[in-house]
Structures are given as C-alpha cells and as structure tokens.
DNA sequence: TATGAATGAGTGTTCATTCAT
DNA sequence: TATGAATGAACACTCATTCAT
C-alpha cells in the first residue's frame, strides 16, 4: 500500500523492555541513519534499512508502525545527542559563554556526520512530521534562556532565538555542504554572526 | 520501467524556438510550480503537472527528458527571477545600499511564493541536481562583488559570501516557515545579521 | 496495503471513451471473473487479475482506482446482466408468470457460473462494498412490483420481497454448491417455495 | 514463510486433557468469535485472537495447528451448541411442533451473535474448510428425521431438508442483515416458508 | 510448557517513462 | 508533433508461522 497518505501513527509500536528487543530497534535506527547517509533520500527506503540492519523487514515493521515512524525515532535519536551536549551550554558561567559553546555544540552535531544531519534537517520540515519533532521548542527554549541571560535586555528573546537557530543552522550545512573541515574557522565566523546579530538587534523596539 | 537509472540528461530536449514550444514549456514550469506549492513533495509526479499544464503526459517528456530536468527548469526560472532582481544591487551607489538592496531581493523571493522557494531549497541539494543548477556560483560570485565594495579590505569576501547566503537564506526559511509577514521587521533583522557579520570578519585573519 | 483502510474510492478511475479501452476494461474484469472462479478468495489478488487478463499491473490501475472497485464492477457486471434477464419478467401476463420468470432467471444466473455467483453473493455482503452494490434495491423493487400483480392485497410487498431474495437465494446457492444440475427440479421446488411462501403469508397482519 | 502451502491439518493439536489445557482453548475460541464479531474478516488474524484470550501467539499454536483449524473449531463450537438446541426438536410429539422448534432454535442461533452466525456461515463455505466441518450433514440428518415424522409419504427428505436448511438459514441470514427484531414475526414467515414448501413438494415426484 | 521476537513471501499500489497511434 | 494507454520495477506494509529462550 500505500505508498499512502492517512494519517500514521507516527511513534515506535512497542517500549523495547527486553534488551533482545532493545539492541533491535537501535541497530534498526543505526541503519537508517547510515542508509540516509550512504543512499540519500533516493535510497532510504524500508526494506534496504532492514537489510542493513540484519533484521527482517518484519522485525522492522514490529518496532515501528511506519516508515516515518521510523524517520521520526532518528530525528528524535539526533535530536537529544545534540540536546544533551548543547544543555551543557546552560552550566556556563557567562550568557556569552553559553552562547560559545552552543555554537560549538552545532557545529560538532553538524560537522560528525554530516550528510545525515542535513537530510534530517531537511526531513524535520516535512509537513507529515511536524508535531512529532521535538526539536524546534525545545531548542528554541533553550537558546531563549540563554539569550536572556546573555542579553538580559533583550526586547525579542524568542524572535532572536528562532533567527539564531537559523543563522547557525544555516551557516553550518553550508560549510558541511562545501566540505569545510576547518572547525576553529567555522566556529569564529559563527560567533561573529551570532554576536554581530545580538549587537544590533533587540534595543528599542519599533 | 525503473526509475532509478543511468544519469539522465537534466537540461531540456530542446530550445524552444517556435513560440508555441516556448509557450508550452513555460505552462509546463508554471504547471510544476503549483504542483509542488500545493501538493509538496509527495504529489509532485509527472503525471500531475501534465495535467495541470493541459498537455499530455508524452508532450511533457517532448520537452523534458525527466523529471529531474523538469526540476532544474523550475530552478532556472527562480533563479533567473531572483538573480535579475538581485543584480540591481550593483547599481546602488554603495556597497551597503547594494548589501540592503540584495537582502530586500532575498526578503521578496523568499515571500513571494514561501512554499515554493522552500520547497526548491530543498531540491536544490539533491546531489542528483547539482551541478545543473548555476545558482550557487552565480548568487555567489554576485554577492562577492557587492562585498568588496562594501567591505575593500575584507580579507575573505568568499568565505564571506558563502556565509552570508546562508545567513539570509537560513533566517528568511525559517520565516516563511513561521508564517511571518512583516516585512519590514525581517529585513532590519537580517540587515543586523548582514552588517553585524561583516564588521566582526575579515579584518586581519589569524 | 489492505493493506489499507481507509475509505477508497469504489468507482471506475476514468470511464473508457476510446475502444482500446473499454476493451481493456472488459477484459480485466472477465479476468477478474475466472480468477475469482478458479482460485477462490485465496487466489484472487490484483496481480492475479493483470496477469490473467493480460495486461500489466499499472494498466490494471488505470482502470479501477483498488481492489475493491474491480470487485464492485465485477458485481455490477454481474447484477446487470441478472436484471436485463428479470426485468423481462414485468413483460409477463400474469403475476404468476412473471414471479415464474424470475424464478428461471435466478436459476439461471446462479448455475451458469455457480462459483462466481455464489462468491460475489459473498462479497456484496462485505462492509466496505456496502452502498456501491445497487442490487440488493433494485432487484428488491423489482419483486415488490412483482408481488403486488401476483398478489395484489398482500400487507406487506417488501417484507415478502426480502424473504422470497433470499429464499431464491439462499436455495439457488445450495444447489449449486451440491452440484444439481437438474434445473427443471430445482425450478419446482423453488415455486413450491415462492408460492408456498406468498400463500401463507399476508393475508391479514397480525 | 508462505501462508499458502500445503494441506494443514484442521484438527487441534491435542485433545484437551487437563483442564488448564481445556480453559486455554476455550479461551482461544472465545477470542476468535469476539475478533470476528468485531472486525470482521479484515481484522481476523491469528496475533490479534491470541492478544484477545490474553494468550501469547506461541501458545495458540501449540493448541491449533493453523488458523483455519482455530475456524473450524469455532464453528464447531457453534454448531455443536445450535445442534444441542436443535435435537431438542426430536422429543417434541408432533412433527409439526419439531420442525417449528427448529425453527425456533435456527432463529435464535441467527439472532444470538448475528454478526458471527453470518460471518461463519461464509467461512464454512470455504473448500480449504469442507470436510471438515460437520453441520451440513449433521443437521441435515436431524431436518430428515423431522421431515420423515412431519411428512411421512414425502417422497425427498433428503432435498427437502437440505432445501429447507437453505430456506431458513437464508431467510434468517438477511433478518439479521437488515437489523430485524421482531423475533416473532420471523418465525411466523419462517413457518409460512417451511410448511408452503412442504405442502407443495414430495407428492409424487414428476 | 509458554513466550514473543523474528521471519519473509506475498500483496496492494504508485509513478517515471515509453511508444503505437 | 501530440496523445494517453500501457508498462513494470519498486516500495510500504501484513500476517501466518517458527523457534530460541
């Protein structure tokens, strides 16, 4: 079938409590990452995940309820890597330490496998996942805060946050893109664009 | 037949010289456009867009050779739009006045038609596509002029431009995506990003 | 999929204008017929369907939007071909005559092709096919106007209507599956069984 | 593996001896006429019966061979409980009071569970099931012995009943199909059918 | 003996592309 | 040159059944 289109449940089928079942679902999840890694979208299907998984494609379909299901457990995998190492940043001392070391945060997450963290950023938009991908709240909370600590005058800390995000994640898929592999480079013109923004940005208002 | 194959020819059959051709395949591209603005990604077949040009599936394939080449065609139209647009910044007296101009080019296309251009962001980095699609080089090597005179002694105007693509791109996306319509709000922010990127890279190197 | 669920679209996808087509149409469905026939339910699957009838799959889906819309075409093939035959019945004299007639074109329909008619009486029955199978009403109206010339001061036309389809029904399919083969008999005891019905039935209410 | 292969025994894999053994089979039975009443074929699969008894899917196969023989099973416990019902025909003093019992009994069989009763009269039909499944003769042999006392110089018994099986199960098959009721009203028209047909049938022979 | 994870053949359906008319 | 019927490889997903634990 379908090669569908009603909506799907979208979240893993069953809480792996054995480990069995535990060590399946993650080599599945692996797999997909290293499918949308190797093949790009064009090959990311089904029953090329199982196979590198080394499981059946029933194995697959009873851990996940669907192919996007499946999308959304590596988004979600991805998603809290990089949540945990960039939650760091809120142990800083300084606002512009935090910040630094957020930056540092993404273009690590960015730059480590860097094919699979675009493809995903490009599925995360996908109308169909939407909802179920935590990631934009949360990091946008996270980077309000520090933000706010920062800039604690700041007129529009969520406005600010959600074009920081996109300047970061922008700037880091096209260095990624252009094969950059110059980490200490990426990361000073990061902060010149992140800070540059923050300075100009947020005084007054209107 | 399959529908993964050999590299196929991604520019078009032919150069519409008689102006019913040129008339036929511009229906075609706008046919593609409103396809992909309205249906996304999973209703964007041939067939489709056949259908919503008025010509038949095979006068389709009379002017593409595939799909993909029906993709780079959009691109190229976009691309044209903006890049046209986007080069009267180098009639501005100043280098910033050409900068501001260019992130108003950048603000226009990217509202204009949201789903669309996203939507074509996208495709834009299938692997399959590049190469096809000039943009990149050519925004680039724009963006580079407008930079050196905005910035003489900028020590890496195309490092800088790649970054600054980004920069706007990214943030104007992620607007779109938000649903923002203040236009005037989006360019101060982006011109704060521009400017405040600028002025805190390239001054020496090390 | 059903692989799938949700409501599918149960009429023809295009209704064949040109020859070639309705010729692929017809021959589908009289492969859907002997499959049908042949395998049973197990056997009777899309791919089956296409190969019997001699076309390729993506043909067949042309023509019927899913299984199941070939399944109802297949029923309303069948239906129309048993209601040209009992419509004749209201060219009867009698009241008698006609309810004889289309007692005989019962029998007939039921053990031209008794395997096909005893599955499509199974499937009409199925949920998902309910409301597209215009039969159960149409041959309904079509008794009601029968018993009410046979019997004129009959209290309840439908009801009796109901009972006599499915005793003729559920008779003619008994027969078939015991593999009579003696139509006079099974025609003399299904008058036994309509008269027998009408004369005891009716007469007052309670 | 393949669901289709050869032959599968249809019989249980054990006779029950200890009662656990007993209670899980019932169980099991149990599950498979709920799933069937409440999904209808579509959702009747061995996981979804065996999550219904609270039993894992291993277990019902160390009880049933395969998923027609949980079937079979089914409607043998079906029958087996109309038959009991049935039989109570016999010890009625008239021939006319049996057959109206049964007529009894076969309405409340149909209007019990009605949905099961039609789905399993369906199942029963199936050839992978034939020979297996008991009731035709078995009632059948009752209906003939009813008939022999009700009717003594009939000159079919054999056909009587099994037309009179067809006539009752079929009448009393579309009642619950159209949501009917009034139980008494059923069984009156019943007994028109039954005693019209039998009054009119058997005499001579032709 | 019970469990349930694993299997994989099978099935419905899509869609890029071709080619006879 | 235009048409659109036809093609078939590819893919998502199901479910009866097995077997290691």
Redesign the pocket.
Known sequence: ????SQP?PLRPR?TP??P??A??VASIIEAAAQVLETQGF???????VAQRA??????L???F????ALTVALIHRETARFYQDAAIALTKRSGKAALEYLIGASVRQQLQRPMLARLLDVEEGRPALRGEVAKPETMQNLLVAIIKRARPRHANPEVAAGDLLAIIRGMADAASERGESDIEDLERRLRAAVFGYLSRTGISKG
Request: hydrophobic residues 15%; positive net charge.
């Open positions: 079938m379908s090669q569908q799907k069953k409590s054995q069995r079942s060590e399946t064009e090959g990311f299907n089904t029953n090329a080394g499981v059946s494609i029933g194995s379909y009873q851990y309820p669907g192919k996007d």
